[in-house]
């Protein structure tokens, strides 16, 4: 992420605090936003008394619901369910952030970084793409989780592309809705 001392750095889903405390050790201020109450409990425990508690924002609710504030960088370990909305409410979060470092499931990760022509090509990865660079940075098996997941991991860095192209995203996802609804039609079957 190469954060910087005086950076605001944006943490969806701590957990414990594994990592945020590790943040917190590098940057200005961590906003940490966490849906389950017990968590959020566990995270003040953690950091109460130390000199990192004055440094830690704990906003409690359901990230995809509430407004994002004003942030830097976002570091996170998202839970793989939100994956694609908070992405793209990201990607239209202003005012613009200077990186994303997320960690999704392997499949989710590479359909993001797919390029044109390949299987996992898909309306994700173009409105993605079209929204910010997108770099694959990382496999992280599952055996580094306990317990461990079902599924494989990856880390993504995303850089959304600052001015964005001069769109209407709603009436660009619309299109490429039309066009992906059925993979292996014709782009006029999907039209007519």
């Known amino acids: ?9 944006l943490e969806v889903g701590p957990g414990t605090g594994n990592l945020t405390v590790k943040l917190l050790e590098k940057v200005k201020k961590v906003i940490a936003c966490e849906i389950d109450p017990r968590l959020v409990g566990e995270l003040q425990k953690r950091v109460q008394g130390t000199c990192l508690a004055n ?3 704990i906003k409690v609710g359901d990230v995809l619901k509430t407004d994002l504030p004003f942030f830097d960088a976002c570091v996170a370990n998202l ?3 939100i994956s694609s909305p908070f992405v793209f ?15 999704f ?18 309306r994700l990865s173009i409105n993605t793409q ?4 997108v770099d694959h940075l990382m496999k992280v098996g599952k055996n580094n ?19 964005p192209p001069p769109i209407n995203f709603k ?11 059925r993979k292996n039609k014709t782009l006029s079957a999907a039209f007519k």
Not at 146 to 163: D, H, L, M, T
């Open 1 to 9: 992420a190469a954060l910087r001392r005086t950076d605001v750095v």
């Open 55 to 57: 440094k830690l924002e």
């Open 79 to 81: 839970p793989y369910q």
């Open 89 to 103: 409410k990201l990607l239209l979060h202003r005012p613009f952030f200077r990186c994303a470092i997320l960690m």
């Open 105 to 122: 499931q392997r499949e989710f990760a590479l359909r993001l970084v797919a390029k044109p022509g390949t299987k996992l090509y898909c």
């Open 130 to 133: 079209l929204l910010a660079r």
């Open 145 to 163: 989780f306990k317990p461990p997941p079902k599924v494989e991991s990856s880390v993504v860095r995303i850089e959304p592309k600052n001015p």
């Open 171 to 181: 009436e660009w996802d619309g299109l490429v809705r039309i066009a992906f609804v």
